[in-house]
């Protein structure tokens, strides 16, 4: 495991099957790229409010990324994370904290699109696949 894609990342796939992070995707190795269970959730949560409901969400069961349970390790780094930003008054969303506390501890770069948010948070390697 080497990548972990963020949901926005996980969107534009889902949107152009022809997009840079699709194709990125396509040149990695099988099991090199996951998403958390954190992302899976924001995308079913997105899938399941979309006026398309059974559509959307069959879209998001039909992806064959492994999907990472998020553990006691992952959530000591998202804490570290959060107490880290919050002291300084930088904040991010809180889901995108736990990302990347998980992020941070499986020590994997996460892909995303929003690389002003993440960029904030110590010790996490990212990667734009839409730059």
């Known amino acids: 495991m080497r990548y972990l894609l963020d949901t926005n990342a996980v969107i534009a796939m889902l949107r152009d099957a ?14 090199d790229v996951a998403i958390s269970a954190i992302v899976a959730h924001e ?8 006026r398309r409901a059974d ?3 069959a879209l998001v069961d039909a992806l064959q990324f492994p999907v990472i349970e998020f ?10 994370i959060r107490a880290f930003l919050t002291a300084r008054g930088r ?12 992020s941070v501890a499986r020590n994997l ?3 995303t699109h929003n690389t002003g948010e993440f960029r904030r ?7 734009d696949w839409e730059a």
């Open 43 to 50: 995308l079913f949560y997105g899938a399941f409010r979309s």
């Open 71 to 80: 553990d006691r390790e992952d959530a000591r780094q998202a804490g570290a």
């Open 109 to 111: 770069v996460l892909v």
């Open 91 to 102: 904040t991010i969303g809180p889901y995108d904290i736990l990302i990347a506390g998980q």
């Open 121 to 127: 948070a110590p010790g996490l390697h990212i990667e």
């Open 18 to 31: 022809s997009s840079r992070p699709a194709l990125r995707v396509k040149q990695e190795r099988a099991g």
């Open 55 to 57: 559509h959307h969400v």
